[in-house]
Nanobody, 130 residues
Framework: QVQLTESGGASVQAGGSLRLSCAAS????????IGWFRRRPDEDREGVAM?????????YYADSIKGRFTISQDNAENAIHLQMNNLEPNDTAMYYC??????????????????????WGHGTQVTVSS
C-alpha cells in the first residue's frame, strides 16, 4: 500500500523560506514520478514541481516558482523535499505530494497532468503573509 505523508507547512512572512517533506512508502520500483501539486484558494490544483527518480534524475517546475523552489530526494529517508525560498503571498496554498504508478516517468510536457497521479497525500498548508 502506497502512503505519502507531507509535513513542513507553516505560516511565514513574504520573503521567508520553508522546506516541505513527503515521506513515501510502498512505491514498488526505484523509478518513480513523484512531486508536488498545490491548490490556492478558489483555484484548481496545479503542478508545482516534479521529479523522476531512476537511473537519472529529471526535474520539472512550474514557471511561477522557477528559481525560487527546488525539489530534491533523500534516498536514505525515502522522502522528497520542496525547498521554497523567497515566498510570496500568492504561494499560499495547500501543498500535496503526489506520485504516478510506480515505474512510470513524468512524460515531459505532460508532467503536471493531475489525472495521471494516482497516489496522493492529505496535504500540508502553507500561508504567506505580506
Amino acid at each position: 500500500q502506497v502512503q505519502l505523508t507531507e509535513s513542513g507547512g507553516a505560516s511565514v512572512q513574504a520573503g521567508g523560506s520553508l522546506r516541505l517533506s513527503c515521506a513515501a512508502s510502498g512505491l514498488a520500483y526505484p523509478k518513480n514520478c513523484i512531486g508536488w501539486f498545490r491548490r490556492r484558494p478558489d483555484e484548481d490544483r496545479e503542478g508545482v514541481a516534479m521529479m523522476f527518480t531512476g537511473t537519472y534524475i529529471k526535474t520539472y517546475y512550474a514557471d511561477s516558482i522557477k528559481g525560487r523552489f527546488t525539489i530534491s530526494q533523500d534516498n536514505a529517508e525515502n522522502a522528497i523535499h520542496l525547498q521554497m525560498n523567497n515566498l510570496e503571498p500568492n504561494d499560499t496554498a495547500m501543498y500535496y505530494c503526489a506520485a504516478r504508478r510506480s515505474g512510470y516517468n513524468c512524460y515531459g510536457a505532460a508532467w503536471s497532468r493531475e489525472d495521471d497521479y494516482i497516489y496522493w497525500g492529505h496535504g500540508t498548508q502553507v500561508t504567506v503573509s505580506s
